[in-house]
């Protein structure tokens, strides 16, 4: 059982940054895909980037590409979103994922979910 613990949320404005961090508690966490989704109100949970176990894969949603950056910390168990030029449409409670599968790419293929931490961006 993989427990995940994300932080780094809160209130930015528009043109702004913000890294959420995800911390995760299993000992193998170098083995798992880590991912991070978001969900704003009303609309369906959705994908917003991967890596791979190793740190030297990573894939990005079109709508954030150029703008967020993923990494991880095998040493510490970690994974980071680096998010930058921030806009409204970011608005949304991000979560962290974990997936045994190496191309994880939807909700359903991640086994571990985190609480969520919530962004919002002001215009």
């Known amino acids: 059982q993989v427990q995940l613990v994300e932080s780094g949320g809160g209130l930015v404005q528009a043109g702004g940054s913000l890294r959420l961090s995800c911390a995760a508690s299993e000992r193998t966490f170098s083995s798992y895909t880590m991912g991070w989704f978001r969900q704003a109100p009303g609309k369906e949970r959705e994908f917003v980037s991967r890596?791979?176990?190793?740190?030297?894969?990573?894939l990005y949603a079109d709508s954030v590409k150029g703008r967020f950056t993923i990494s991880r910390d095998n040493a510490n168990n970690a994974v980071y979103l680096q998010m930058n030029s921030l806009n409204p449409e970011d608005t949304a409670v991000y979560y962290c994922a974990a997936a045994s599968i190496f191309w994880a790419r939807v909700a359903g293929q991640y086994d571990y979910w985190g609480q969520g931490t919530q962004v919002a961006v002001s215009s």
């Open positions: 890596i791979n176990g190793s740190g030297g894969s990573t």
